[in-house]
């Protein structure tokens, strides 16, 4: 039976009276794979699996109900179920057999096992058709295990195919920003523009884009687009405003994170956002007027200790220990107090202390958001006390955490430089767009950032690697 001539509304309502009764209703092998790819679907695993083992108890030599079976373990992370599961089935009649052992090798790190399956199928004659089946699937799986270099290879090679599959053309454009060319990430999101003009989606992303890529004006005009899709999106206002913020419109941008808070006042990264722009142009008054804010709709919880770290960055060290005074011991250990206790001491310029009480925070936060924050001063910390190996642990799990995070990449390239080891150098340097790169050479030499404009992005890496090479520490910079 073709699945085509199959119904699957009255295959579905025969199959739930089935359950419903607690009988069984003989199925062919075919209907139940449709009936499992329908639940699949509506994302009702459990009820898909169910069919799959009552189908294969039907038909036990259903190849079309094995390979459901092995996907389903590959989608619940089971690899090497699978491969087990499939180990006899062959590779030359289906491209779904080795595909789902590819994928299952990438997951398990077996790269050479993956490469040479791959290379396999590829040198066979295939359909145009399977042909770039075969590779974008390839290449979505090799994104999916941050394996982007390959990612973009079988991704591209799709595309010369067909230029219009919007699914390739997104997963480009996540490998590139992954990669750090943001230049090429932002060509992929216009390319997706070009198709669907309306996508949200899409704008947003290259809003986040030209944010990274230092291009603000571009940053603000695509948030602006996609707010004339999905009108007040409060993610894409808080985007927004950043931007701005970093355009130095820094007016325009508490005026619009005061929006965001009138509009979702319970939103704790509102007043984060907020506070971290007060704190930059040092307004400590309105840091203490959004802190009372966030007390009346949110409580006190935490309040007394963020009052007390801005009382630290002031520098009234006596009125931020008065207050702290007030907190029970009880009450004490939580990641805010550590972080106290840890900016206390870095002031103080104990830096034992320092990491000691961050490493503390550390812990309390897990990997929940905030603690790219700690890990960052963490690294500060330890690159105060040359402890730069360790200084780069700390970066390394904050870029795993956070890849985007700018000022992480910059420091992660300072501490390369001083351990001196060529290989992690070069691997870093691919992280940066030429502009980051321009950027970092200007630090070093005491320069501005547009003497290097007219320098290839190889001649910046060779000018920055012969500063590795003689060990210059950026010995100025503020930690």
């Keep these: 039976m073709d699945k085509n001539d199959l119904d699957i509304t009255s295959l579905k309502q025969k199959y739930e009276n089935m359950r419903a009764l607690g009988k069984k209703v003989y199925f ?48 619940s992370g089971k690899f090497k179920a699978a491969l087990s599961f499939i180990r006899h089935m062959s590779d030359d009649n289906d491209l779904d057999v080795p595909l789902i052992k590819i994928e299952a090798y990438l997951h398990l790190s077996l790269f050479d096992e993956a490469d040479n399956l791959i290379n396999n199928i590829i040198n066979k004659d295939l359909t145009e058709e399977d042909y770039y089946y075969f590779v974008t699937e390839v290449g979505f799986f090799h994104n999916d295990v941050d394996k982007f270099d390959s990612a973009i290879t079988y991704l591209e090679e799709g595309l010369k195919i067909n230029n219009s599959n919007i699914e390739v053309i997104a997963d480009l454009a996540y490998s590139y920003e992954m990669k750090g060319d943001f230049d090429k990430a932002i060509e992929y999101n216009n390319k997706l523009l070009d198709l669907n003009p309306y996508s949200f989606d899409a704008w947003l992303n290259l809003g986040k884009l030209y944010t990274i890529n230092m291009q603000y004006d ?21 985007l927004k405003a950043f931007a701005l913020h970093l355009n130095d419109n820094v007016d325009e941008s508490t005026a619009l994170f005061r929006k965001c808070l009138a509009m979702t006042p ?11 722009l007060k704190a930059l142009s040092k307004q400590y008054d309105e840091m203490m007027n959004i802190l009372d804010i966030k007390e ?3 409580g006190s919880e935490g309040i007394l200790i963020r009052r007390a770290i801005v009382y630290l960055h002031k520098g009234d060290i006596e009125s931020a220990k008065s207050l702290i ?24 310029e104990d830096f ?13 936060y897990g990997r ?3 603690v790219e924050e700690i890990l960052d001063k963490l690294a500060n910390i330890c690159i105060v006390q040359e402890k730069y190996k360790q200084a780069a642990i700390y970066l390394e799990e904050l870029l795993s955490i956070s890849p985007e995070y700018y000022t992480a990449k910059a420091r992660l390239a300072f501490v390369r430089f001083e351990i001196g080891s060529k290989e992690p150098f070069e691997n870093i340097m691919q992280q940066f767009s030429d502009n980051e790169l321009r950027e970092l050479l200007a630090l070093i030499l005491g320069r501005d950032t547009s003497d290097f404009n007219k320098l290839s992005r190889e ?12 060990r210059i520490l950026f010995k100025n910079l503020k930690y």
């Design 368 to 370: 929940n958001e905030g």
């Design 325 to 348: 005074s007030q907190i029970p011991d009880d009450k004490k250990d939580t990641p805010e107090y550590h972080m106290f206790e840890g900016e206390l001491a870095f002031i103080r």
């Design 266 to 276: 319970e939103d704790d990264s509102i007043y984060d956002s907020l506070l971290c």
């Design 28 to 75: 062919d092998a075919d209907e139940f794979a449709l009936l499992a790819e329908f639940y699949n679907s509506e994302a009702n695993n459990a009820e898909a699996e169910s069919i799959i083992e009552e189908g294969l108890t039907m038909h036990p030599g259903s190849s079309e109900l094995m390979i459901l079976k092995a996907k389903q373990l590959v989608r």
């Design 296 to 298: 009346e709709q949110m």
């Design 352 to 364: 034992v202390a320092a990491e000691a009480s961050y490493i503390k925070a550390a812990l309390l």
């Design 459 to 470: 001649s910046i890496i060779t000018r920055l690697n012969e500063a590795r090479e003689s």
């Design 218 to 238: 571009k940053s603000i005009d695509a948030y602006d687009f996609a707010l004339t899709i999905k009108e007040d999106d409060v993610t894409t206002l808080k």
